[in-house]
């Protein structure tokens, strides 16, 4: 089960600390940010397509299939939506297989902040342990001004969101206005921040599909950490091009070599288009391969997904039965 915001410890704390120097001002941050290695991008796209080849069948694949259910952030995320459709998803998420109780909950339910108090009730009976992420910060075109974007963190913190999913202002990212971007996050980290003392969990999406060039990924990536990601995130699911592997490999190497730099896991969560447990056992072999098993658990990694669910549950059924189910068999999203 996901647990609550990780602890860093005192000696990751110092090594962050020392690195306050490269986020002293616009020009230390560029600089530091333009300082990181380019992304090669044939060699990234060669790499990603490489590890989406392995073969992974039977048990490992019965894992990998339960597993990835149990990292979804299920998702909706509509101007139409209802609290009756936020809480037959939520039923789904405590449930994804009526006819199979054995089959996982997911990670986390993700909605708009007017819908977390709807979530949390109906996850209360039964579902304890699911996260309610709620979208935030003028999602998705994260167009609004500062105050707004913190009030409407605070609204979804109070209502009792134990995630929150910023969005970054790609407009300043892409003018070069890296320190508005760093003390934004930094402001809605803080946002997040509840009565009692603990945080909601802070997720910060890139909208990789608007950031032009893996560079740039990388250089958000570095970014959003060092202002205090928990996660950092692909996409919003609202534009054209969203998660994919080279993108969401960028974002694992950056989380890898910030770790090896200053001591903090930040977890990855690539969201946006992905559909199939093809897809889905594709992105937990790039984690596994990039970063290891320590990553390989909802804690960790997540998918943002509206619909991927059902293909794992037909997946897992065609598994444990040898033939697919009908059309009926899982819930039309
Ligand atoms: O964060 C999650 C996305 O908004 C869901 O996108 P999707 O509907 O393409 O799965």
């Known amino acids: 089960m996901p647990t609550t915001v990780p602890a860093y410890g005192k000696e990751a704390a110092e090594r962050l600390a020392s690195m306050a120097d490269v986020t002293a001002d616009d020009r230390a941050l560029r600089r530091f940010l333009h ?30 299939i339960d597993l990835a259910i149990s990292m979804i952030d299920l998702t909706t995320l509509e101007g139409a939506d209802t609290p009756g459709k936020v809480r037959s998803l939520c039923v789904k998420g405590i449930h994804p297989d009526p006819t199979d109780r054995t089959a996982p909950q997911v990670a986390a339910i993700c909605v708009y ?67 508005d971007v760093f003390e934004e996050i930094r402001q809605v ?17 890139f909208e990789t599909g608007e950031l032009q060039t893996y560079d740039n990924v990388r250089r958000a990536s570095w970014l959003a950490m060092l202002a205090g990601a928990d996660f950092i995130k692909t996409s919003t699911g609202k534009v054209a091009v969203n998660a994919t592997p080279p993108v969401t490999l960028v974002l694992l190497e950056a989380v ?40 390989l658990s909802p804690d960790w990694f997540r998918f943002g997904a509206s619909s991927l669910l059902n293909d794992l549950l037909m997946q897992r059924q065609k598994l444990s039965t040898g033939r697919y189910s009908g059309p009926d068999y899982v819930t039309v999203d």
């Open 35 to 64: 300082g990181l290695p380019g992304v090669d991008a044939v060699g990234l796209q060669a790499r990603a397509a490489t590890l989406g080849t392995r073969s992974i069948k039977t048990t490992a694949k019965a894992y990998a």
């Open 256 to 295: 890898r070599d910030f770790r090896a730099a200053v001591g903090v896991q930040v977890g990855v969560k690539p969201a946006g288009g992905i559909r199939t447990s093809k897809d889905a056992i594709k992105y937990l072999v790039m984690v596994n391969e990039t970063l290891g098993g320590e990553w």
């Open 189 to 205: 980290k803080d946002a997040c921040v509840r009565e009692d003392g603990t945080a909601a969990h802070l997720k910060v999406i």
């Open 113 to 179: 902040g007017d819908m977390v108090a709807t979530a949390k009730e109906a996850l209360k009976g039964g579902g304890s342990g699911i996260h309610v992420a709620a979208v935030a910060t003028a999602f998705p075109s994260g167009r609004a001004a500062l105050p707004v974007k913190l009030a409407d963190t605070r609204d979804a913190v109070a209502a009792g969101a134990d995630e929150i999913d910023m969005v970054i202002d790609r407009g300043a990212f892409l003018s070069g206005r890296y320190l």
